[in-house]
């Protein structure tokens, strides 16, 4: 009768041991997720400023390539003012007179750029979401996919 005391009584030590070195196991793989998760929060926080460090970037040099653009196509306009028409036949200077008008009036063609200009900055800002929700579909799974069964101690 007392060495079945003794054995349940070690049972129960052992039964409780288990337990608690498995919460223990627990409390760590949460940790790590919890770690992982911040050091996630991080990089991502990390992309966002290098995101919008190269946005920045990229809105000053289109900004400057837009003046250097208007600036050519002003200094164009004034040659094309300036041209001299009065020598050579009639034609011909009919000829200069109307390709010069028709330099100087192109706003129509600036027009077409500035739109085909603003369309592709849209695609590309369109990608860029697609991408980062993209991403964030493939962290989820990945999170998912390694997430650590919860240990449920028997209540027996």
Do not use: W
């Amino acid at each position: 009768m007392e060495e079945k005391k003794v054995l349940i009584d070690r049972v129960g030590e052992k039964h409780s041991e288990y337990v608690e070195e498995m919460k223990s196991q627990e409390d760590f793989f949460f940790d790590q997720i919890e770690n992982i998760q911040k050091a996630m929060e991080e990089k991502e926080a990390e992309f966002d400023e290098l995101l919008q460090e190269e946005r920045a970037k990229f809105e000053k040099l289109l900004q400057e390539e837009r003046a250097k653009f208007e600036k050519l196509l002003q200094e164009e306009r004034a040659k094309a003012r300036h041209c001299d028409g009065g020598s050579g036949t009639t034609e011909n200077r009919r000829l200069r007179k109307e390709q010069a008008q028709h330099f100087i009036n192109c706003h129509v063609v600036v027009e077409e750029f500035k739109a085909e200009r603003d369309e592709l900055i849209k695609a590309h800002e369109k990608k860029k979401v697609e991408l980062q929700k993209e991403l964030d579909a493939a962290l989820t799974a990945l999170m998912e996919k390694h997430r650590p069964d919860t240990f449920q101690a028997s209540s027996s």
